[in-house]
């Protein structure tokens, strides 16, 4: 998760989500989308986009984060159920469930998977009061299924898109669009103690973890070619997970392929930074999109 500076927007009607206004990688709900999916879409957004914020933001104790979080998945819980109505009426985020409840009866949307989302931002709370780090690779693989995979699943079952391949597929893309996520925001993550480089792979290197430090002094031959190996295990999730774009039909074909070329021009860009995104962040900006849109128009099949 990021930090963001964010002041909400005027508040929808209660059973419209509100507009996309953080910054992000990656297309979300943008004209490319089809028409009828952007409301399910932008709500699902705005659901995970709160809780993220809930997890994140503010100057909040760990005990206070986690018990916001399981109030709103309590509130979760009441979607489609006897006690929707009165959920509703006195949950402390109407702007979200309101028209992720109507979303949700509208296309049958899983709770599970939002659920899944809501586990991954209460253990990233976990792990950080209690500053644990990953054990390995596996365990933070995990962490992606839940934070990052949902998604992906979501946005497939309303494209109505539902068989093995694809699934595997869009798991390779989540999981490597948070990965990406995680090298992209080192110089933001370390000082706020979030620490997603495994134990394991910092011992293979011979690397302490008190030396991983947001500063270009820390950048050792031995960190960067931790980094460098973190960046190519992303691009082959991706590239894995890239022959999906070729499964939907239209518009949402289109819209997976800036997705995917999103994260990998990220890659390149920290492939060329050589290691310094241990303390500097760098983001997608209008002078990608000419190449972005060259190489989505070209990914083979």
């Known amino acids: 998760?990021?930090?963001?500076?964010?002041?909400?927007?005027?508040?929808?009607?209660?059973?419209?989500?509100?507009?996309?206004?953080?910054?992000?990688?990656?297309?979300?709900?943008?004209?490319?989308?089809?028409?009828?999916?952007?409301?399910?879409?932008?709500?699902?957004?705005?659901?995970?986009?709160?809780?993220?914020?809930?997890?994140?933001?503010?100057?909040?104790?760990?005990?206070q984060r986690l018990l916001t979080l399981q109030q709103y998945a309590t509130d979760l819980q009441h979607i489609g159920t006897a006690g929707e109505a009165t959920m509703l009426a006195r949950t402390a985020w109407p702007q979200v469930f309101g028209p992720l409840a109507a979303q949700v009866q509208a296309h049958q949307l899983p709770k599970q998977l939002l659920a899944d989302l809501l586990s991954a931002f209460d253990q990233d709370v976990r792990m950080t009061g209690a500053q644990t780090r990953y054990t390995d690779m596996a365990q933070l693989l995990d962490y992606c299924r839940r934070s990052a995979n949902p998604i992906g699943r979501l946005l497939l079952h309303l494209y109505g898109v539902g068989h093995a391949k694809a699934l595997i597929q869009s798991d390779a893309i989540c999981t490597a669009l948070q990965l990406i996520n995680f090298w992209q925001d080192l110089s933001q993550d370390l000082p706020r103690q979030r620490h997603y480089?495994?134990?394991?792979?910092?011992?293979?290197?011979?690397?302490?973890?008190?030396?991983?430090?947001?500063?270009?002094?820390?950048?050792?031959?031995?960190?960067?070619?931790?980094?460098?190996?973190?960046?190519?295990?992303?691009?082959?999730?991706?590239?894995?997970?890239?022959?999906?774009v070729h499964q939907l039909p239209g518009r949402a074909g289109w819209e997976l392929r800036l997705v995917v070329q999103g994260g990998l021009r990220i890659l390149n860009k920290l492939d060329a930074m050589q290691g310094s995104n241990l303390y500097q962040r760098i983001k997608l900006g209008k002078k990608d999109v000419p190449a972005m849109l060259w190489q989505a128009l070209i990914m083979p099949a």
């Open 197 to 244: 480089l495994p134990d394991a792979d910092l011992a293979r290197h011979g690397l302490a973890r008190s030396a991983i430090k947001p500063e270009a002094t820390a950048l050792t031959p031995a960190l960067q070619t931790l980094l460098d190996e973190l960046n190519r295990q992303a691009r082959s999730l991706m590239n894995h997970g890239a022959p999906l």
């Open 1 to 63: 998760m990021r930090a963001v500076n964010h002041t909400p927007p005027a508040s929808p009607a209660p059973h419209e989500p509100g507009s996309i206004t953080h910054y992000e990688n990656f297309p979300v709900a943008s004209w490319l989308c089809p028409p009828q999916l952007r409301p399910p879409i932008a709500a699902i957004y705005h659901f995970a986009r709160t809780a993220d914020d809930l997890a994140d933001e503010g100057d909040f104790s760990t005990e």
